[in-house]
């Protein structure tokens, strides 16, 4: 595997798929991340996204997938033993219920006999600066939390709240079910501009089912509505390339712009795209540290994406 590649890929996809457009109900959700976790792409895969309020059933369905000895014959070939699963939960319900619930899944699941799993990040929707700053207060340093920022308004001052915060992130919707929930690129550009201004960490969430920005089918049902969606490409070379130099707003929009599957560089030698690259080493520095991850309600399309580009 190009060595880019791997680095740009490696963690990059929480697993989603209870939520739209997908709506798996919650055993063929946990079987599907068991599988992957075991599967010849499972590099590639991250955390499971969970609501607060379904963290109970997802104990009742996936303790059987998860390693330990509660597993029985017929799952264990898919439980990878020795790894916890880990689990981002959305929040759903009242901050402080959302962290109560959190202890509990964490307290079945910290021995063997319950399948091991640990809930480290939280995901919440932000509404203004104050509101970030009291929720940071509530949230133990073990969970990570990332803060979902609205893009319609001016945003730069939430981001700006989360600077200097260890274990606490930015979170930038990209898509949706219907067009009009797909942010324009300069919208997205500015986020990312501002999380680099602010070293600020982020993740990704929804419409980012393919490398490279293109018109896609939003659902799965017959006849779906169909619009220009972004890549996963185009943001993560994007904000790689926002951090290790600094590229402005512009340029930015001008990465997440592309349409060309040829404009993106991936070698062993060097990543980025057209002519503005960058070396293994600082996307690799990037994608630890900047931008993170992001959830997608399929794994396998991604994948067979970039198989289908051959990057896999």
């Not at 104990?59 to 070939?77: D, Q």
């Not at 960490?201 to 018109?215: D, N, S, W, Y």
């Amino acid at each position: 595997m190009i060595a880019t590649v791997e680095t740009l890929m490696s963690g990059l996809i929480d697993y989603a798929g209870l939520f739209p457009p997908a709506k798996c109900d919650m055993p063929t959700a946990a079987a599907n991340y068991a599988r992957d976790r075991a599967g010849t792409y499972a590099f590639a895969l991250n955390r499971f996204i969970c609501t607060a309020s379904r963290l109970d059933e997802l104990t009742e369905h996936g303790r059987v997938l998860m390693p330990g000895t509660y597993a029985t014959s017929g799952y264990r070939e898919m439980a990878h033993i020795g790894e916890p699963w880990r689990v981002s939960v959305v929040c759903d319900r009242p901050l402080d219920e959302s962290l109560d619930l959190i202890d509990a899944f964490n307290a079945r699941h910290a021995a063997e006999d319950g399948g091991l799993a640990v809930a480290d990040a939280i995901e919440l929707r932000a509404k203004d600066s104050a509101f970030i700053d009291d929720a940071i207060e509530q949230i133990p340093e073990d969970v990570r939390a990332f803060f979902e920022i609205p893009l319609d308004i001016d945003f730069r001052g939430m981001i700006a709240a989360l600077a200097g915060n260890p274990g606490i992130g930015a979170k930038v919707r990209c898509g949706g079910v219907e067009p009009g929930m797909i942010p324009p690129t300069d919208r997205v550009a500015g986020f990312i501009a501002a999380c680099a201004a602010s070293d600020v960490p982020f993740k990704a969430t929804a419409g980012l089912h393919h490398p490279v920005r293109a018109e896609q089918n939003l659902t799965y049902e017959p006849d779906p509505p169909r619009a220009v969606m972004h890549g996963f490409l185009n943001i993560f070379i994007a904000a790689a390339l926002a951090r290790s130099l600094r590229i402005g707003e512009d340029e930015i929009k001008r990465v997440l712009d592309e349409t060309d599957p040829a404009a993106f560089v991936l070698t062993e030698s060097e990543a980025g795209w057209r002519d503005v690259r960058i070396d293994p080493a600082r996307l690799a520095l990037s994608r630890s540290r900047f931008c993170l991850g992001y959830g997608s309600c399929s794994f396998t399309e991604p994948i067979e994406d970039m198989r289908g580009l051959g990057l896999l």
